[in-house]
């Protein structure tokens, strides 16, 4: 069984920092990606950011793009994102996330999915 473990939200200024991180315990199926959505109240899921396996490949939303960095440490099964430049609009509850599909056009909930992680972000 897989468990993906959020840490690192926070309340924040806009224009400040934050760094989430994921760890995945258990037989993570080697190959899938890792990625985190978020979901603000009221709103829909919203995916943020996926890396592939390796780590090489890294997809952004357009609304994150240039202020968040998606890293990932494949030995230690844990994936990071550094959060610049925070904006109110950010203000979510962070979810890792994994599956075999293509996380950045998911329309069903990814097959493994994190509690999530508060980041809250005031003007």
């Known amino acids: 069984q897989v468990q993906l473990v959020e840490s690192g939200g926070g309340a924040v200024q806009a224009g400040d920092s934050l760094r989430l991180a994921c760890t995945a315990s258990?037989?993570?199926?080697?190959?899938?990606?890792l990625g985190w959505f978020r979901q603000a109240p009221g709103k829909e899921r919203e995916f943020v950011a996926v890396t592939n396996w390796s780590g090489n490949r890294t997809v952004y939303a357009d609304s994150v793009k240039g202020r968040f960095t998606l890293t990932r440490d494949t030995a230690k099964n844990m994936v990071f994102l550094q959060m610049n430049n925070l904006k109110p609009e950010d203000t979510a509850v962070y979810h890792c996330?994994?599956?075999?599909?293509?996380?950045?056009?998911?329309?069903?909930?990814?097959?493994?999915w994190g509690q999530g992680t508060q980041v809250t972000v005031s003007s």
């Open positions: 258990g037989q993570l199926f080697s190959g899938y990606p």
């Open positions: 996330a994994s599956d075999y599909r293509n996380l950045a056009t998911i329309e069903t909930l990814p097959k493994y």
